[in-house]
């Protein structure tokens, strides 16, 4: 039989009150939270490149910060990307570096461009 599967988006949902910020503290809270509950997938936040503004961690979630958290997790690991900030040219840039570290990939699309 088929298991529902369950992705949490605390971090990467929460991130638009925190701007993508948030403290070890909390991350590390949330993960042990996280590896106690019958959670298959966590999403963690955005991996956009680096542009004039600071977004957060979470906002870019570097690869440094997923190998921390993949390293405490037991829990397959997701991010996202968004079709307004991310250009193809920019795929390999942003994902190439991702694989062992992330499960999966969500994309976030405007629907009125569909």
């Known amino acids: ?4 599967q369950i992705l949490d988006c605390t971090i990467r949902d929460g991130g638009y009150y925190t701007d993508w910020d948030f403290s070890d503290e909390i991350i590390n809270t949330y993960i042990n939270g996280m590896n106690s509950l019958p959670v298959d ?6 991996r956009n490149k680096p542009e004039s503004g600071y977004m957060g961690k979470f906002g870019y979630t570097p690869v440094y910060l997923l190998e921390k958290i993949r ?6 690991l ?3 990307l968004n079709e307004k900030s991310t250009r193809v040219d920019d ?10 570290l992330v499960d999966m990939i969500r994309l976030a699309v405007d629907p009125k461009i569909c």
């Open 1 to 4: 039989m088929n298991r529902i």
């Open 41 to 46: 997938y966590i999403e963690l936040g955005y």
């Open 71 to 76: 390293a405490s997790s037991n829990k397959k």
């Open 78 to 80: 997701a991010i996202m």
């Open 91 to 100: 795929l390999p840039y942003l994902t190439s570096p991702l694989i062992g």
